[in-house]
């Protein structure tokens, strides 16, 4: 893992005081806010190309660190939540992720008001993914236990130079009835995916990663949250992971009934 002289150039703090981010929300907010199968954007080029790549440089490897560790039936991974493991530039851009400018960016973007960062990083921080590795098509927990605040956007910037289609590893959205993935994204560096978190926000990486050994898939995870919310249905619930339905199995009772109706 190396470290970053932090020069002007590479330095996060203030990066998203620039009018430009202002702009980019403005002109994608509608876009964003009519996307299928839910509101979501992927933004390429997102930061300066050499923060990006300084950053990707300094995310440390399986074994530098210590990382909370996940292997069942929902997914595989790791992910480490704990900014103190990490160096100084990338302890910077997760604050600078949680600052009050992005907070406006994500505002003016999702059209959610008076978002709430998450300082405790809980299921976020820097998620790290090898071979092998999946996240199952699931709908997100919904409930910050510590904040007690509705969970309302996720935010994903991605930091994998050289990423090959064939590792797989592409985040796929899914219709509610889970029959398709509608959108699939590549986790291309300095990409930026913003989507909504519902019930119905159906996502997952399930497709287990065929990556060179040496190779990680690596993601800064944020998540935002509100005090109160009038959309949304469900109760407090931890991630709820979603079974694929066939679409004939789905076709059998349909064509059944169409046969009484002749």
């Not at 150039?9 to 199968?37: C, H, M, V």
């Not at 978002?115 to 098509?137: A, E, K, M, Q, R």
Request: net charge negative; charged share 25%; glycine share 6%.
């Amino acid at each position: 893992m190396e470290t970053t002289v932090i020069t002007k150039q590479l330095n996060p703090t203030g990066i998203f005081d620039d009018s430009k981010y202002a702009k980019l929300a403005l002109d994608n907010r509608e876009k964003y806010q009519t996307a299928n199968p839910f509101p979501h954007i992927a933004l390429d080029n997102f930061i300066d190309e050499p923060l990006a790549k300084a950053l990707a440089a300094e995310i440390p490897k399986p074994g530098d660190i210590s990382w909370v560790a996940t292997d069942n039936a929902g997914n595989r991974r790791r992910y480490q939540h704990d900014e103190r493991k990490f160096t100084p530039l990338v302890r910077m851009m997760l604050r600078e992720m949680n600052s009050r400018q992005f907070l406006l960016f994500l505002e003016t973007l999702t059209g959610i008001e008076n978002l709430i960062p998450d300082p405790y990083f809980i299921g976020g921080g820097v998620h790290s993914s090898g071979t092998g590795d999946f996240l199952n098509v699931h709908a997100d927990f919904n409930w910050h236990h510590k904040l007690h605040a509705h969970r309302r956007i996720n935010a994903l910037l991605y930091l994998n130079e050289n990423w090959q289609e064939s590792w797989h590893g592409g985040l796929e959205f899914w219709n509610t009835e889970m029959t398709q993935a509608v959108k699939t994204y590549s986790p291309i560096i300095n990409r930026l995916i913003v989507f909504n978190t519902t019930q119905n926000s159906n996502h997952g990486v399930p497709t287990p990663l065929a990556c060179p050994e040496d190779v990680r898939r690596i993601t800064l995870n944020l998540y935002y949250y509100t005090t109160k919310r009038e959309d949304e249905l469900a109760d407090p619930h931890f991630t709820k992971y979603k079974t694929i339905n066939s679409p004939f199995a789905m076709g059998l009772g349909e064509d059944y009934r169409k046969s009484g109706e002749e």
